[in-house]
């Protein structure tokens, strides 16, 4: 199936295989054997890669092991990590692969909440720690967030969140901030400044969904989680759905959006329930 620029990137940030002609993105683990121009790349990149892809064959997987390369024109042009880490190799581009580059770098920097997810289980499965994926999690760690570095999003661990927020910020300091928290409390659509110490950690944990990279990031994990991707996908449908407008409807009726560290502006959003005015 071909696609468009845009619905080829769109599939980037889920980790799809894609195929727009001039730009494709490929899923190494089902290609292993046929990822092509690996040893055309100058040094060091290419044998770098090559040596990074036959390591994967033999099932050995490090940190820098590629689990998405995105081609223009035949070269690859960025790729990113099992740890969702984002390589764009220095390499002599026509002006279509440097913009091609471009395009992917942004897309893969800000993937899709549930391939985050999902590498991060893998990779807890491969340096042999308990299972923390979200449906086990649901029936073993009541009032916990699952949290991870800003730096190394795949690197995660559950976090109670009780009665002491100041316990829950220092604890959870590290992975993930917790400023919003009392933006969140007094957000007209939060708890509009009305708090209990016996609920709050109930109520935050129920409410609170994740964090994003945009309301745009949101969107795309809210259709996912819907279906609607590969519905609106396989029925060609894709052109036609106004995006923005259910964006709009999102966030005006479904959910409310706390920027994260208000005060550095670009570091994404914390997304919460929306609680109905009165």
């Not at 990074?52 to 099932?59: M, N, S, V, W, Y």
């Not at 992917?104 to 289980?121: G, I, S």
């Not at 893998?122 to 073993?140: M, V």
């Not at 923005?244 to 009726?253: D, G, P, Q, V, W």
């Amino acid at each position: 199936m071909k696609y468009t620029i845009a619905e080829a990137l769109n599939e980037m940030r889920q980790l799809h295989g894609a195929d727009a002609g001039r730009l494709r993105g490929v899923e190494v683990p089902y290609h292993l054997d046929h990822l092509t121009g690996l040893d055309t790349m100058p040094a060091p990149w290419g044998a770098r890669l090559v040596e990074l892809i036959e390591a994967r064959k033999a099932d050995i997987i490090t940190a820098d092991t590629p689990h998405y390369v995105v081609y223009s024109h035949d070269l690859p042009v960025a790729w990113v990590t099992v740890h969702a880490a984002v390589i764009t190799p220095d390499l002599p581009m026509s002006p279509i692969q440097a913009k091609h580059q471009r395009q992917a770098a942004a897309v893969l920097a800000d993937l899709n909440r549930d391939t985050l997810r999902k590498l991060a289980d893998e990779r807890d499965q491969r340096e042999g720690r308990p299972g923390t994926g979200e449906a086990d999690s649901e029936h073993t760690m009541p009032d916990a967030l699952r949290v991870a570095p800003t730096a190394d999003p795949t690197r995660t661990r559950w976090v109670r969140v009780g009665a002491d927020l100041d316990a829950a910020r220092t604890e959870v300091a590290r992975p993930v901030s917790l400023s919003t928290v009392g933006n969140w409390i007094d957000d007209p659509y939060g708890l509009a400044g009305h708090v209990d110490p016996q609920t709050l950690p109930r109520q935050f944990a129920a409410c609170y969904i994740g964090r994003f990279g945009s309301h745009t990031s949101y969107l795309q994990h809210r259709m996912d989680q819907q279906g609607w991707t590969d519905l609106l996908r396989t029925s060609g449908m894709q052109p036609y759905f106004d995006r923005r407008r259910y964006e709009m409807h999102l966030f005006a009726h479904e959910v409310t959006a706390i920027d994260v560290d208000g005060w550095r502006p670009g570091l994404g959003i914390e997304v919460f329930h929306r609680r109905p005015t009165t």
